[in-house]
């Protein structure tokens, strides 16, 4: 049985991931998180959760060594795609920096180092064209979020050009669904449901035309499971998500359709780092693992039913 810890697992991919993984006794699941990080995602999940810090890189090697540990899992990130230099500068020295050295250890070790890149903020933009990236295509990331994205896949593939290290990067676009924050600063779906179950309007930047592609949770979280738990699947990146892309237009007139509330919506100026239009090719990922992702709309209105139910 697979021994994988998730760096950061306890969020709202993590604990989507852990949910899989635990399906069929596919793998032994450890979490490390800071004593200040909440648990109530995990549930009564039969997973050890290990109290840490990222920045102390002896309490990680310790709880990799004595777990005995072959597939670490990296989902930490304390920036969001509108966040700032100084934001990003943090980032950088509780983050990116140990993350580094924390690849090192896993190369000696022989043990796979799993990140969750963005493949929302990496590519860069297409300037109005609607045209799937592939994971071979340029990265130009135009925001500090996924510049730092961009930095730790360069690391990545560093490490394994020099130190032959064992990699999987994951490029997911714009998750959503069951247990995700419905009044963060981002996520369009979860954040627009938040307004709206409040009685408040909808904030867009710009006109509304900018098109991104969007992946129910639980399709993520079995596409990774499935990747996790494939031997075959090692030194490889690989975009995940639905590869059609929606309009925050469009999405707004299916929330309409599929909620009982009124839906108001409030036009304001568009930020220098969004870009026009990310839509992800996942052919590469079909051909690795079975990947067959809901209708959008049909998992807008289960989100909606599990807000509802006050899942």
């Given at each position: 049985m697979k021994k994988i810890l998730l760096i950061g697992g306890a969020g709202f991919i993590g604990s989507n991931i852990i949910s899989h993984l635990l399906e069929g006794d596919k793998a032994k699941v450890f979490v490390m998180e800071p004593e200040s990080a909440s648990l109530y995602?995990?549930?009564?999940?039969?997973?050890?959760?290990?109290?840490?810090?990222?920045?102390?890189?002896?309490?990680?090697?310790?709880?990799?060594?004595?777990?005995?540990?072959?597939?670490?899992?990296?989902?930490?990130?304390?920036?969001?795609?509108?966040?700032?230099?100084?934001?990003?500068?943090?980032?950088?020295?509780?983050?990116?920096?140990?993350?580094?050295?924390?690849?090192?250890?896993?190369?000696?070790?022989?043990?796979?180092?799993?990140?969750?890149?963005?493949?929302?903020?990496?590519?860069?933009?297409?300037?109005?064209?609607v045209v799937p990236f592939k994971e071979d295509d340029p990265m130009a990331p135009i925001s500090f979020y996924g510049w730092s994205k961009q930095m730790m896949e360069n690391s990545i593939l560093f490490m394994h050009r020099t130190q032959k290290l064992k990699y999987v990067i994951v490029r997911p676009s714009n998750p959503f669904g069951k247990s995700q924050n419905l009044y963060g600063k981002q996520g369009l779906i979860a954040v627009a449901l938040g307004k709206i179950l409040a009685g408040e309007a909808i904030q867009v930047w710009g006109d509304g035309s900018a098109v991104r592609d969007y992946i129910y949770i639980d399709d993520l979280g079995r596409a990774v499971a499935d990747i996790l738990t494939d031997e075959s699947i090692v030194n490889e990146t690989l975009n995940i998500g639905s590869g059609i892309g929606y309009s925050i237009n469009e999405i707004i007139e299916m929330l309409r359709s599929v909620v009982e509330e009124d839906v108001k919506v409030e036009h304001v100026a568009s930020r220098q780092m969004d870009v026009s239009s990310v839509v992800l090719n996942t052919e590469k990922l079909r051909g690795r693992i079975s990947f067959h992702p809901r209708d959008i709309k049909e998992a807008i209105a289960r989100f909606y039913k599990d807000v509802k139910n006050g899942a």
């Amino acid at each position: 049985m697979k021994k994988i810890l998730l760096i950061g697992g306890a969020g709202f991919i993590g604990s989507n991931i852990i949910s899989h993984l635990l399906e069929g006794d596919k793998a032994k699941v450890f979490v490390m998180e800071p004593e200040s990080a909440s648990l109530y995602r995990l549930g009564c999940s039969p997973v050890t959760v290990i109290r840490g810090e990222l920045s102390n890189l002896d309490d990680v090697k310790t709880i990799i060594l004595e777990n005995k540990v072959d597939t670490v899992v990296h989902l930490v990130s304390t920036l969001i795609p509108g966040s700032t230099f100084d934001e990003y500068q943090r980032e950088y020295i509780d983050v990116l920096y140990p993350t580094v050295r924390l690849m090192e250890f896993c190369s000696e070790q022989d043990i796979k180092f799993v990140f969750f890149s963005s493949g929302g903020t990496v590519y860069g933009d297409r300037k109005g064209e609607v045209v799937p990236f592939k994971e071979d295509d340029p990265m130009a990331p135009i925001s500090f979020y996924g510049w730092s994205k961009q930095m730790m896949e360069n690391s990545i593939l560093f490490m394994h050009r020099t130190q032959k290290l064992k990699y999987v990067i994951v490029r997911p676009s714009n998750p959503f669904g069951k247990s995700q924050n419905l009044y963060g600063k981002q996520g369009l779906i979860a954040v627009a449901l938040g307004k709206i179950l409040a009685g408040e309007a909808i904030q867009v930047w710009g006109d509304g035309s900018a098109v991104r592609d969007y992946i129910y949770i639980d399709d993520l979280g079995r596409a990774v499971a499935d990747i996790l738990t494939d031997e075959s699947i090692v030194n490889e990146t690989l975009n995940i998500g639905s590869g059609i892309g929606y309009s925050i237009n469009e999405i707004i007139e299916m929330l309409r359709s599929v909620v009982e509330e009124d839906v108001k919506v409030e036009h304001v100026a568009s930020r220098q780092m969004d870009v026009s239009s990310v839509v992800l090719n996942t052919e590469k990922l079909r051909g690795r693992i079975s990947f067959h992702p809901r209708d959008i709309k049909e998992a807008i209105a289960r989100f909606y039913k599990d807000v509802k139910n006050g899942a």
